[in-house]
């Protein structure tokens, strides 16, 4: 079980200052998905969550692991936080392979996900010795999400994954996710401005305004 | 066919270990400056910034002077280095890569900096959730991405230091074999009634190794690049 319950102040925030409060669980294989208009707080609580930034209160615990409890002072940093966060953008290290992207997380020791499957399920065997910049937006994301998964998180925090991308190229990307949800049974976190995409994915959707989730109409 | 004396090939292969030994050493100290300037606020963070940019403003030979007091044979440091460990750096090689190492030092952190304030800390952040620590992201992920600033820095020092004779001079000193690299040659043979034609010589030879020095810095550079796409 993967357990959030945090408030946010972001008192330098790019739109306006705000505070966020978050509070779900999240079971293994659900996928929860989180819409919200632009700057309502939606990365900031995944950035908060993988320890690229820090809650004003509250706790983030996964299974019997603490990653952050401001009463206790623990907070662990983010590379000590199992998670495999999908960056809008990909965030593919431009120096590197394909392959040395993906391999960048992998632990030395026994992983339980493995390479010939996320390669497989994603199908981006081709691309192994491509560089990103070689790669379509599509393609991209697919990396991206192998590298994630390949990182062994116990949550995968996707954010708006999909925003890049035209609407033909969504529908193509979108069955890997699905497949990708299904398949690895990690308690996900998906976060989108589109309604139908969320919607899509997720098993249960919350809509994120005003600082609060509450659930989606 | 123009060959070159045993005196010169001495010349030019001493200006070019001392040049190249003048990169090895400022390196790292370079990147950690830089990388201290580019990413770091502290209290004082202005006047460190003055003080590594210092010798470009000042004139070499008053760093000669105040390396001369540090490090001299009978200078604050020096004493205890030639005491301790019989070090002796004035009227020693070594001597003339500290010298050029000094002077080119801000070159050095400048061309760095600059390429570390380039890259985006977006892909850091990415490193740090994929479990790496801050000196894996600093090591794979920032410095590879700034490699062309390593490599400018790298140039410009190497240059510098091929051209530096102010600073080394006046702490090295001029020693035939020792010290005397291609400017404090040419100086030199400048300051002796018989010595203009081989003056010329070897500013012909100045001007032959600063271009192949360029040349293969630009190869270099074109392979680097080559190897990243």
């Given amino acids: 079980m993967f357990s959030v319950d945090i408030q946010i102040h972001q008192p330098y925030a790019a739109t306006s200052p705000f505070d966020l409060q978050a509070r779900f669980d999240l079971p293994a294989g659900r996928c929860l998905g989180i819409m919200g208009a ?42 000590q936080r199992p998670v495999g966060l999908v960056f809008q953008d990909g965030r593919l290290f431009p120096h590197m392979s394909v392959e040395q992207n993906l391999r960048y997380g992998m632990p030395a020791d026994l992983a339980r996900i493995v390479l010939p499957e ?89 809509t994120l305004a005003q600082g609060q989730l509450r659930q989606a109409k | 066919m123009w060959t070159l004396s045993p005196a010169e090939l001495d010349i030019v292969l001493l200006s070019l270990k001392v040049a190249a030994c003048c990169v090895l050493v400022l390196l790292l100290p370079a990147i950690a400056m830089a990388w201290l300037l580019a990413r770091k606020r502290f209290w004082g963070h202005a006047l460190l910034d003055a003080l590594v940019h210092l010798p470009m403003v000042l004139p070499p030979v008053v760093l000669g002077y105040m390396l001369l007091v540090l490090l001299g044979r009978r200078g604050w440091i020096g004493s205890w280095l030639y005491e301790q460990f019989h070090i002796q750096l004035t009227f020693h090689w070594w001597g003339a ?37 801050p000196v894996k992201t600093f090591f794979t992920i920032t410095l590879p991405l700034s490699y062309h600033g390593v490599l400018t820095g790298g140039i410009l020092a190497f240059s510098r230091s091929l051209g530096e004779f102010g600073a080394t001079i006046t702490f090295a000193g001029n020693l035939e074999g020792e010290t005397r690299t291609l400017p ?10 018989e010595g203009d034609a081989a003056a010329l010589r070897l500013v012909i030879l100045s001007v032959l190794v600063s271009v192949v020095a360029l040349l293969a810095s630009q190869w270099l550079e074109r392979r680097l690049i080559r190897s990243q796409r």
């Avoid at chain 1, 820090?54 to 603490?66: E, F, H, K, Q, T």
């Avoid at chain 1, 590298?147 to 193509?172: I, N, T």
């Avoid at chain 2, 002077?103 to 740090?128: D, G, K, S, T, Y």
Wanted: charge should be neutral; include cysteine; aromatic fraction near 6%.
């Fill in chain 1, 38 to 79: 632009s700057g309502c707080g939606k990365t900031t609580l995944l950035h908060s969550i993988a320890g690229l930034l820090m809650p004003s209160a509250g706790v983030i615990r996964s299974g019997d692991s603490l990653w952050f409890d401001h009463k206790q002072a623990i907070q662990l940093p983010p590379w």
């Fill in chain 2, 97 to 133: 890569v500290i010298a050029s190492a000094v002077m080119a030092f801000p070159l050095m952190v400048r061309a760095i900096r600059q390429a570390l304030m380039q890259v985006n800390p977006m892909f850091e952040q990415a490193a740090q959730t994929l479990g790496a620590t």
């Fill in chain 2, 184 to 193: 404090l040659a040419i100086y030199s043979l400048t300051q002796s009634p």
């Fill in chain 1, 118 to 206: 996320v390669v497989d399920i994603l199908a981006i065997q081709s691309l192994l010795k491509r560089k990103p910049s070689q790669l379509s937006g599509g393609e991209k994301q697919r990396v991206a999400i192998g590298r994630a998964l390949l990182r062994q998180p116990s949550v995968l925090l996707m954010d708006e994954p999909l925003s890049g991308l035209d609407d033909q190229l969504k529908q193509q990307v979108l069955p890997y996710i699905k497949q990708v949800i299904a398949t690895f049974g990690l308690p996900t976190l998906y976060v989108s401005h589109v309604g139908d995409e969320v919607a899509e994915v997720a098993d249960e959707v919350l």
